[in-house]
Structure formats: structure tokens, C-alpha cells
């Protein structure tokens, strides 16, 4: 035994989000080589480049240890092969051919490098044709998903990313922009939304009320029902002021039932008007003793762990100080808070990066979700530095839509005919391809 051969090490790095043929092969074909160790990419390294996996990192993991030749299983940390490389340092690295372009040729350049230190070899068999991970993923997002998996996906957002990206939405139709809209950076990587914000502001503007909590949960469920039926992203309910405690029990179990991910209170009280208004419009602020109630009250209505009570701090909006706020915040979370929302109008974004800063001084795990919507000079990059987690963009398809729907209905009044509105408009065309089954 002494005298054999020492079995050669191979490495093979892979999602494995859904496994199909192509992944089967790779492993296949890697074995031959020696003994294999698959290194399945967190949850974090895939969002990192494209929208989180549908199966978490422990299910991928898992699955991929039970395939026949796989010897192990690890974590790859990083899209970089480079630290799981150098621990183990692999005789053979293998990847498909696939990858000789693209987002992942950097990748396989600097596999290549690394591997060079120790004489490794880098094996590309064939791309299994007529079938890829990503195809199979717009299938899965054209099925559709369940209450369970969206519900969970926040939680995982959080985890898994530097900053989460949510973003306004009213009806069905804003639901499907933000489903499909991306962007591909100067890395080549995809950049997208994460989730929906169901906002009362844009939800009442939308049905020509006034954002003072007319519009009920029974009629804004109908809005939100039209956009869980075309999405699969999470979505963050603004709850408002979240009526009496009771009442904001009734509204925990229903949107968890539905399968929405998180419900945003703020810890005022009485008739509510929109916090950018400030102290102008007359507004009453929620006792610490009543509104740790209301959370409390909140929280014992949920079912699952992944359902998240968020509490917005006004202290800012009303003209109270920074110690009042982290005050709040402090006892917001000792009371069951899964996260915090720290508001302004101050147009600086001055108190809220102090906020953020003293908050994470002591807590350094409760999620904070900002909503730059007055400091909108204020990049991610800086808001994640001051320690947030989320970001929501509230507004902006609504006051996007209403000029532009505006300009349109003043242009056919003007010239008595449509054609100078044929670059204005989406074309009938796209509007029946918009829509899948619409065709």
C-alpha cells in the first residue's frame, strides 16, 4: 500500500442550483482524473454576479455529496476559485469549455495562474449542448413560485449581499418591470433588482386617494395579489402606522400567508400623513411603551421564522434627535424587531449615516433599511459603508409614469392625432410580448 501511487486531487466548482446533464458529465469526466472534491458556490458568491439561487447553499451542498464520485463537498466563498485552490492545491481543475468567454473568462485566467504554481492542469471537456443552468432558471421564473420560497428569500437577500435592492412597485405591470429589468456592469456582471416594495403612498396616488391609510389591507390586497402572480421576487409591505395593535396582528397573519417577506410600521400614531411633510402637517409620534406593544403584538401573530417586523423610526421626520432615535431603535429591537428603518427629508443624508454608524456600534447584526428618496445624491456603495442593509427606491415608477402618461394625453389633444407620440409609446407589438400567454 505504501508503494501506490498517491491518488491525484481534482477540483470542480460549481452552482449547482439546478443540476442537469451538463453538471453530470463534468463530474463524470472529472473523476477519471482522481479523487474529486466539488466546490459548490454560497449563496453569497452567486448573487454576487446573478439573482440568488433558488435552493439554498445547504440543499446544493447536500445534493452534490450525494452524486456517485464525488469524494467532498466545500464551500466556495468567492465567483475566485483562488482560496479554495491554495488550500487544496488540486492536481487537476475542471470546467466546461463554456467559459473561455464571457462574464467567467477572468475567472478561468486566473485559474490558470494559480494552478501554474504547483504544475496543475486545467481540463475543459466539451459544453453539453442544448441545455444550461440559466435557461432552465427563466423556466423556472416563467412557472412561477410559492408563498415559502418568496417569503424566505429576504432573509437570504440579506444574508447573501452587501445591500438589497427593493424597489416600488403597484401593479402587476411595474411587478414585471422590476422581475425583468438589469443591467450588465463594466465587469460583466448582472446587476438587477431584489424585491418590491408595495408602498401605501404610491398604492393610494394610484387609485386617485389620499396617503392618509384610506386605502384598506382588504383593497390593497387585490393590488398585491395582481403582482405576486407575475413575479417571483420578494416583496416588503409598508404597513404604515399599523392601526391598533390588534389590527396590526390581522395584517402579520394575512401577509405571511400570502407569502410576503417582510411588513414596514412606523411608530406613529393617529391619522397618518406622508413623513416628507415633516412638522409642517400635524403629526403624532407613538410612545417606546406603546409601540414595543404593537411589535410584540405583531410578532406572536407570525407563524414562520422568515417573516420579518420591521420598525421605522420617525424621530428625524419629527425633529427629534439622534439620541432619541437610537433610543427607539434600541428598544424597537430588545422588543422583537427583525430590523429597523431610519427615515429623513433632510436632504444631506447627514442623520442618517450618523444613525447608521452609532447604531452598528452596538449592534452589529439588526438589518437597517434606508429609503434615500431626499438624499438621492447618495450612492449604495456609501449607504452599505454606514452599515445598511437594504435600500428602497419608494416612488419613483409611480412619478415616473404620471408625466409621461401626462405628456401623451396633452400631445393627442394638441395635434388631434397619435403619430407624434409613435417614439413615445411601446409599440402594440412589444405591449402583446410583454405579457407571457398573451400571444
Avoid at 39 to 45: F, N, S
Avoid at 135 to 145: A, F, V, W
Avoid at 196 to 201: I, K, Q, T, Y
Avoid at 343 to 371: A, L, M, Q, W
Wanted: proline share 3%.
Amino acid at each position: 500500500m505504501a508503494n501506490q501511487e498517491k491518488r491525484k486531487k481534482v477540483y470542480v466548482a460549481m452552482s449547482a442550483d439546478i443540476l442537469h446533464i451538463g453538471h453530470l458529465n463534468i463530474i463524470k469526466e472529472a473523476e477519471k482524473y482522481g479523487d474529486l472534491t466539488v466546490g459548490v458556490l454560497t449563496d453569497k458568491a452567486i448573487a454576487s454576479y446573478k439573482r440568488l439561487p433558488f435552493l439554498s447553499y445547504d440543499i446544493r451542498s447536500k445534493t452534490v455529496e450525494s452524486i456517485k464520485g464525488v469524494v467532498s463537498v466545500i464551500a466556495q466563498e468567492t465567483l475566485d476559485y483562488t482560496d479554495n485552490l491554495l488550500k487544496i492545491k488540486p492536481d487537476f481543475v475542471v470546467h466546461g469549455d463554456d467559459w473561455k468567454t464571457g462574464v467567467q473568462s477572468k475567472v478561468r485566467l486566473k485559474v490558470l495562474n494559480t494552478i501554474e504554481q504547483w504544475g496543475g492542469k486545467l481540463i475543459e471537456p466539451n459544453y453539453t449542448d442544448g441545455i444550461s443552468s440559466t435557461m432552465l432558471n427563466q423556466s423556472l421564473k416563467d412557472i412561477g413560485t410559492t408563498p415559502n420560497i418568496r417569503l424566505s428569500s429576504l432573509r437570504r437577500l440579506i444574508n447573501a449581499k452587501p445591500i438589497v435592492r427593493i424597489l416600488e412597485s403597484h401593479t402587476g405591470l411595474t411587478g414585471l418591470i422590476i422581475e425583468k429589468t438589469f443591467h450588465v456592469n463594466e465587469e460583466g456582471m448582472k446587476e438587477e433588482f431584489d424585491g418590491m416594495w408595495s408602498s401605501s403612498l404610491t398604492d393610494s396616488t394610484s387609485k386617485g386617494k389620499p396617503d392618509i391609510e384610506q386605502v384598506d389591507l382588504t383593497t390593497r390586497l387585490q393590488c398585491i395579489n395582481d403582482m405576486l402572480e407575475c413575479t417571483t421576487k420578494p416583496m416588503i409591505y409598508d404597513g404604515d402606522t399599523g392601526g391598533k395593535p390588534e389590527h396590526f396582528q390581522y395584517t402579520v397573519r394575512t401577509l405571511e400567508r400570502l407569502g410576503i417577506s417582510a411588513v414596514i410600521v412606523e411608530d406613529k400614531k393617529g391619522l397618518k400623513k406622508n413623513s416628507l411633510f415633516g412638522t409642517s402637517v400635524p403629526q403624532t409620534r407613538d410612545t417606546i411603551e406603546d409601540f414595543t406593544h404593537k411589535l410584540r403584538m405583531g410578532k406572536s401573530a407570525q407563524i414562520t421564522e422568515d417573516f420579518m417586523v420591521i420598525a421605522r423610526i420617525e424621530s428625524f421626520i419629527l425633529g427629534d434627535t439622534l439620541e432619541d432615535a437610537l433610543e427607539r431603535a434600541e428598544a424597537y429591537v430588545e422588543a422583537g424587531a427583525d430590523g429597523v428603518m431610519i427615515h429623513s427629508k433632510d436632504k444631506s443624508g447627514d442623520d442618517i449615516k450618523s444613525f447608521c454608524i452609532e447604531f452598528r456600534k452596538k449592534n452589529t447584526t439588526t438589518p437597517i433599511v434606508v429609503v434615500p428618496s431626499s438624499y438621492n445624491h447618495i450612492k449604495e456603495e456609501e449607504l452599505i459603508s454606514w452599515g445598511a442593509n437594504i435600500v428602497i427606491y419608494a416612488n419613483h415608477l409611480l412619478r415616473a409614469s404620471f408625466p409621461s402618461m401626462q405628456n401623451v394625453a396633452a400631445t393627442i389633444l394638441k395635434n388631434k392625432r397619435t403619430s407624434e407620440l409613435n417614439d413615445t409609446c411601446m409599440s402594440i407589438k412589444d405591449i402583446l410580448e410583454l405579457i407571457p400567454g398573451t400571444k
